[in-house]
């Protein structure tokens, strides 16, 4: 279910390839709590949404402003789709916020409305949108390269020197090609405004939300902003907005190693086809194997990006095993087979490089990027070092981090996987302290954004707070797997 799946940093050697060195903090966001009462704000709160049928659902169009200090400047177009709710009723509309940064969530609500428990699917319209940049969305973001880079490496940088010429390429071309003016106001703080314009314009006096991965930190930031504007917010997969730019790439990467461990553990029970070893010590070494085997050959970094996006789900653990076991058989043995080629999203990787970097301060220094390349590489063997290089030459976020606390907010929902690669577990307890209205629902098992994902346990809490705001007692637990 790519819709809910942040990529792993570590799978981000493919996207972190380029860049220009323009930076500087945008103006930090004004606490506002009534936006739509400001004139200047007036015609985009009170637009009318033109629903028209595309193929089982409704589609429209948002018009927001690129600049919301700016508002009477240029706008953003974005896609929204609605899947109506099969038994209308009071409560609605739901706004679902899909993963990332760079999942359509126009995408994701055409996948989800089919699978949700039907209790939620009866009561509340269901909407996405797809974010400033992203999917549907014009302006566009765009970081096409053409050849080369002509830029020689520098030198005094041996983890990170050899990437810099082409990532200084591939971010010179977002800037160029989607305008600097633009991409620097595609960070979430300006997706949170835009989701509470389409809250107004859906009808919504306070919102319904259900935010997976990369969707939880708009939540998050959503909830900080306006607190007294919700009626019920579910974060699955909960990101973080409280570690800095170097904290959040080593967490990630430690949470990817953590996971690679528990499948060396358990393949021979999760799968029912051949793993590479027959005990987790020999799988391990498989993996060591074939990851040095790989970097002597010059295509490290791709593989360890191909094992990477295979972790974060169980049921994608079986390819990650003949993966591994392709790279460890001989040359002459070893199948021609497109579908074992990485799989790449250029609009996923470009969002993801670009919106993570705006949204946290980060330096410019080359050497503090290879410092970080030293513990990347110490904590994951799955690590290329080179997962936030790409920050280097982009517009830097208004601040380091961020600890939400959102007071004044009703009770908000949160649901951690304890074995989770793309959002550590302990992103979710992180932000269960500083949130007092929180409470968490810890699903016991390996993956990651479960709720519609089979796990009857997470999907009946998920639906009794959403329709009757009713908190599962804490501690909440669901023991859906054998970690």
Known sequence: MSWKCVVLSVALVAGCTGGPASQGSPAPVTKVDEPEREAALTSFYRQTLDWRPCDDFQCAKLTVPVNYRLPDGPTFTLPVIKAAATRPGPLGTLVAGAGGPGQSGVAMVKDIAGTWPAAVRERFDLVGFDPRGIGGSEPRLRCDTDGEPTAKAPEGLPLIGAEVPSTRQYTEACLRGTGENVLRHLGTDDVVSDLDVL????????????GYSYGTRIGQLYADRFPKKIRAMVLDGVDNTYLDWRADTVEQAKGVEDTLLTYAKQCATRTTKPCPGRNETEILATVDRVLAEADRAGDGDALRQEISAKLTFPSEWAELSEI??????????????????PETSSDTTDALTVVNCLDRAHPTDLAAYEDAARELRRVSRLSSGTEALGCAFLPTGPAPSRTIRAEG?????????????????GWAKHLLESLKSAVLLSNEDVGHAVFGSGSSCVDDGVSRYLIELTLPAAPARCATGPV
């Open 199 to 210: 809250r107004v314009v859906t009808g919504q006096e306070k919102l319904n939300y259900l």
């Open 324 to 341: 591994v076991l392709t790279a460890d058989a001989p040359a002459e043995d070893s199948p021609d087979d497109p579908a074992d080629e």
């Open 409 to 425: 907010a009703p009770p908000i929902l949160l649901v951690g996987t304890t074995k989770d690669a793309a959002t550590p577990y």
